[in-house]
């Protein structure tokens, strides 16, 4: 029950009721009305916008927004890393595999290329951190990128590496007759004294002599073509068809320890010194052919020769003596 109010009226010496006008008292209902409504307004603003006032759940995804945070962070300390590896490893490649193996360096454009295109990352555009996703996610793909051009380039750099040891075997390196059996080297390369007509003629090899028997060898891996004795005055003969346009020839052999067809490598016995054919004593006559063209076989005895052995067999092949066959 609201408390009665009085005022005292002094005309009449008495106290008299206040009464309250029905518009006051509706201006005040209306005015706290307002003034909660208002209140309720600023207290959800403030609500919303304080730290104060989070929700419990507000609370969760920010921890997780900050978990994200550092996990990116961390992936990028990780790329930085792995960036250096790569670019280590590239630089190897470029300049010395690439350059070993004489075959083009694969240039940074190519390494990086696509990752230029407008919008190519356009669907994590309008997200909070969009930025951070967006970069961390171009170092990735281009990371990814490098990763993948690089197995590439190493696949190759086997291949090629493959194919150069198949050919650094492949090559005549050796000498066919060791010098422990030479009684010495005949003659040599170029033109020489035939030993039948004594008239002056090419002669396409090498001439070693040594005992009949003595083992002959293989020069550097490859096939052997011929095994007979059908050509013209060298009597029994092998042929060995190395690859890469290398054969070699080794004449006037007593007899064969190979046969057509037989893949040998180097240094296997192939024969024997002996003196079939047009020959005017036991040796072994040896020619290397490259690319169909006779060449001086001393140019290929850096295999088992010391530098002072070969300075000594160059004097005697240069000599223009007479040949044994």
Do not use: C
Not at 31 to 43: C, D, E, H, P, T
Not at 152 to 162: G, T
Not at 191 to 201: H, I, L, M
């Amino acid at each position: 029950m609201s408390k009665v109010k009085y005022y005292y009226d002094s005309e009449n010496l008495a106290y008299r009721k206040i009464k309250t006008k029905k518009t006051t008292k509706f201006g005040f209902v209306f005015l706290f009305l307002l003034a909660s409504a208002l209140f309720g307004f600023l207290s959800f603003v403030i609500l919303l916008n304080t730290p104060y006032f989070e929700t419990p759940k507000d609370r969760l995804q920010a921890r997780e927004i900050d978990n994200l945070k550092l996990h990116y962070a961390i992936l990028n300390k990780k790329i930085d890393e792995l960036n250096a590896v790569t670019a280590a490893i590239e630089d190897r490649d470029n300049n010395l595999y690439r350059t070993y193996f004489n075959t083009a360096p694969i240039s940074d454009e190519e390494r990086k290329a696509g990752f230029k295109t407008k919008n190519r990352y356009a669907e994590l555009e309008g997200f909070d951190n969009a930025e951070l996703v967006k970069n961390t996610t171009e170092r990735v793909d281009v990371l990814s990128k490098e990763l993948a051009i690089q197995s590439q380039s190493l696949d190759e750099i086997l291949k090629l590496a493959k194919a150069k040891d198949n050919l650094l075997s492949a090559i005549p390196a050796i000498q066919p007759v060791k010098n422990e059996n030479l009684r010495r080297m005949a003659s040599g390369f170029g033109y020489r004294s035939d030993p039948f007509t004594k008239a002056r003629k090419m002669h396409e090899g090498m001439d070693f002599t040594a005992k009949t028997g003595t083992p002959i060898y293989a020069t550097g891996d490859g096939v052997i073509v011929r095994a007979d004795n059908t050509a013209s005055g060298f009597g029994n003969h092998i042929v060995i068809r190395h690859g890469y346009g290398y054969e070699t020839l080794y004449a006037h052999l007593s007899k064969y320890k190979a046969r057509k067809g037989q893949r040998v490598k180097r240094g296997d016995i192939i024969g024997y010194v002996g003196s079939t054919g047009r020959s005017e004593a036991p040796h072994l006559h040896y020619e290397v052919h490259q690319n169909n063209r006779v060449v001086n076989p001393l140019n290929f005895y850096y295999g088992n020769i010391s530098a002072v052995e070969y300075v000594a067999i160059s004097k005697l092949a240069n000599q223009e003596n007479q040949s044994l066959d």
